[in-house]
C-alpha cells in the first residue's frame, strides 16, 4: 500500500493503479494541492478537496477564486491513469 505522498513522489512503474485509487480513498475530504499539465509549457495549479472516488474517476471540489462567484462551486474529475501517466500531480496540503 502507498500513502498518497508516495503515490506522487514514486509516480513511476512501481504505482499501480490500484494502489492510487486505495490511496486517494484513504484521503476523501482532505485538501489537496492539484497540478495539471494542460500542453506544452502550460501548468494550471489549483487547490482543493477530494470529494469522491468512483472505479475509474475520481472528483475534487475546487477552492472558490476571485474570478468565480463565491457561492459557486466547482468541481472537476479526472482518471487515475493521469496520476499513472503524469498528466496531473496530486499532493497533500
Do not use: H, W
Not at 472516488?53 to 471540489?61: A, Y
Request: glycine residues 4%.
Amino acid at each position: 500500500m502507498y500513502t498518497l505522498e508516495e503515490v506522487v513522489i514514486e509516480m513511476g512503474e512501481k504505482a499501480e493503479l490500484v494502489s492510487i485509487k486505495d490511496a486517494l480513498q484513504r484521503n476523501i475530504g482532505n485538501k489537496i494541492k492539484l497540478t495539471a499539465k494542460k500542453g506544452r509549457k502550460k501548468c494550471i495549479i489549483r487547490q482543493g478537496i477530494i470529494e469522491e472516488t468512483f472505479p475509474s474517476i475520481f472528483i475534487v471540489k475546487l477552492d472558490n477564486t476571485i474570478e468565480e462567484l463565491p457561492s459557486s462551486s466547482r468541481r472537476v474529475s479526472y482518471s487515475y491513469t493521469d496520476i499513472l501517466t503524469k498528466a496531473i500531480e496530486v499532493a497533500l496540503c
